[in-house]
């Protein structure tokens, strides 16, 4: 079923690593040309063109695009009261963890009257996307929402793609959950186009357009992304989702076999991936994969993401060596199940997020942990974050001299703007202290 890896005989360099590392074939620049018409088309003719692209991509075309408030009400006064429960306590819990990431301002005293301030503000417009497709999650408007409340965001514009089972709408779970956070400007409509949409706006319908973009997608909202990124600020280009588990012998192959199915059922593409050093554990993951699999509820998509080159068990010789292999991979997310996880994490570097134990799944990640689910995809936990409250927040520095600490340092601004040869920038100095001072 899942192909193997093993590396225990070798000790591969990080730039070894970066090449036998599984990952997904998917290429986002191939959805590039497609992703860039459809926005086009969107700039070109707004609702129009969102109503057809809805009847020609998600097969069936909204009465309308946007989301009356009446809509919004229904479906939370709707929504199972368990699910309801579960869903103000996943707001609850990512409200306490967001604030925890919002940075003080600070004060920097460099000489009497010479002060440079370190602001935080936050940008006044975001839009959030909500994927639909193979599953619902209520829970991602939870954490788009959430973390940019928190940050300070006055106006919110949500969009999701139209439901065929709902006439067009956007599914009345997620508009529920919209509802809680207390949006009322939400959009059906998907892909590609409503990343256009939320990027430039569309006036007819009184969208107007946001600062940042946030939420996962399928290729083309990576896609179309990556082209309105420099329009507005985006949180990443996420792909297909990734778990990788680091585990000893210490592990429950069960366990390790049942987290590793849970992020398979996603999609078709999601990386599920164990690095371990217990030959033994590798084995009976793998016979409960095979198990776990054939008893999924969506076995079909399971397999074949197990199947996938992008998901695999890879044998290293220690959990040294399986931590080098996963900061080389970089996960989305990232499992410790070994008998020292406080031991091994001193050893991770790049991860989305991190799980610590046998008690601490993913799962608990994607609902109830307070951590936020919307995590950088296909390496780039290298180099960024996951979405957090910082996600919508702009550092400024503010500087305020008086005349008297402008002009002790005079004479040394005068000299580097002519070793640079821009004289007049010493000279805009030097003014305010000669000619009627």
Known sequence: MIQTIDLRSSTPSAAD?????????????????????????????????????????????????????EQIASALQGLDPLVRSALEEAIVRVTAASKSQLPQGTVTELAPGARVIQRWQPVARVGLYVPGGKAVYPSSVVMNVVPAQVAGVASVALASPPQRQFDGAVHPTILAAAALL????????????????????????????????????????????????????????????????????????????????????????????????????????????????????????????????????????????????????????????????????DLIDSAGAIFLGTNSPVSLGDYLAGSNHVLPTGGQARFSSGLGAYTFLRPQQVISYDREALQAIEQRIVALSEAEDLPAHGAAVSARFTGGQ
């Not at 036998?20 to 086009?40: C, G, Y």
């Not at 707004?46 to 057809?52: F, K, M, N, P, Y």
């Not at 999609?267 to 994969?289: F, G, H, I, K, M």
């Open 17 to 69: 690593l970066a090449t036998v590392v599984p990952r997904s074939l998917t290429d986002v620049s191939s959805a590039t040309s497609i992703a860039a018409v459809l926005i086009d088309d969107v700039r070109a003719r707004g609702e129009a063109a969102l109503l057809e692209q809805a009847e020609r991509l998600d097969g069936v075309r909204p009465p309308r695009v946007g989301i009356g408030a």
């Open 182 to 345: 207390g949006i009322d400007e939400v959009y059906a409509m998907g892909g590609a186009g409503a990343i256009g949409a939320l990027a430039y706006g569309v006036p007819a319908i009184g969208l107007d357009p946001v600062q940042v973009i946030t939420g996962p997608g399928n290729v083309y909202v990576a896609a179309a992304k990556r082209l309105v990124r420099g329009v507005v600020g985006i949180d990443s280009e996420a792909g297909p989702t990734e778990i990788l588990v680091i585990a000893d012998a210490t592990a429950d192959a069960r366990i390790v076999a049942a987290d590793l199915v849970s992020q398979a059922e996603h999609d078709e593409l999601a990386a599920a991936v164990l690095v371990t050093d217990s030959a033994e554990l590798a084995d009976a993951v793998r016979v409960e994969l095979a198990a776990q699999a054939a008893a999924a509820q969506h076995g079909a998509r399971v397999t074949e993401a197990l199947d996938g080159v992008q998901s695999a068990i890879v044998l290293v010789a220690d959990l040294q060596a399986a931590a080098a292999f996963s900061n080389a991979y970089g996960p989305e997310h990232l499992e410790i199940i070994t008998a020292d996880p406080e031991a091994t994490l």
